[in-house]
């Protein structure tokens, strides 16, 4: 069974402009969440979705929004990319709340 | 909302010792606490997890004791080796089970 799949795998952008992650989750996991993981900062959760509907958001503004397909894959954008913003993005899928989450490799978004 | 709180950020042992993680959790609604190992430049990968109705959980070196009355869990790892040598997450679920949320992590080093 495939893993969950993050691409792309790197990203350069400048401040202000705006980016597009996507995730594909374990064949059949209907729960997508998304973190950013930064030194020091752990995994702060960004938000989760299932079957579509986003169900948890963390305290991120607005310029963090996401969408979910009816394949369960998910994408999530960033607008008016601000250097702070430089952090890896990690996607986990898990089969319904309560249940594992695997993890993607994660992509590592670097604002200049 | 659930707060994780892990100590020691960071822990060096001799190769052979014994490894102790701990976390402690605000809501006495979360069910499900699970553990994960990220090793360096990598995805984090799920070890071991435990459900509220148990109160310990082994997998050959690696052990979760949970105290769901002082409301908190811990890691153990016997016999380390230096491939044990990684930052190591804990993470307990919302009531809902939706959400996971972290703690901010113990970098763990094993000094062969």
């Known amino acids: 069974k495939a893993g969950v799949t993050q691409t792309p795998r790197y990203l350069i952008k400048t401040r202000g402009q705006q980016v597009t992650l996507s995730c594909s989750p374990i064949s059949g996991h209907r729960s997508v969440s998304w973190y950013q993981q930064t030194p020091g900062q752990g995994l702060q959760f960004l938000f989760e979705y299932f079957s579509e509907t986003q169900r948890n958001k963390g305290n991120f503004p607005g310029r963090f929004s996401g969408r979910q397909f009816s394949n369960s894959r998910s994408e999530m954008n960033v607008s008016t990319l601000e250097l702070g913003d430089s952090a890896l993005y990690l996607c986990?899928?898990?089969?319904?709340?309560?249940?594992?989450?695997?993890f993607g490799d994660g992509t590592r978004l670097s604002i200049l | 909302g659930e707060n994780v709180e892990q100590h020691p950020s960071t822990l060096s042992v001799q190769e052979g010792d014994s490894a102790v993680i701990k976390c402690t959790y605000s809501?006495?609604?979360?069910?499900?606490f699970p553990w994960y190992k990220q090793e360096l430049g990598k995805r984090p990968q799920l070890i071991i997890d435990?459900?509220?109705?148990?109160g310990e959980k082994k997998d050959q070196r690696i052990a979760v004791t949970l105290n769901k009355t002082a409301k908190h869990f811990s890691l153990h790892i016997t016999e380390t080796q230096p491939e044990d040598s990684a930052v190591y997450f804990c993470a307990a679920t919302s009531n809902t089970g939706n959400q996971f949320y972290f703690g901010t992590g113990t970098s763990l080093t094993v000094i062969p």
């Open positions: 435990i459900r509220s109705n148990v």
């Open positions: 986990a899928s898990s089969l319904a709340g309560n249940q594992p989450q695997h």
């Open positions: 809501d006495s609604a979360s069910n499900y």
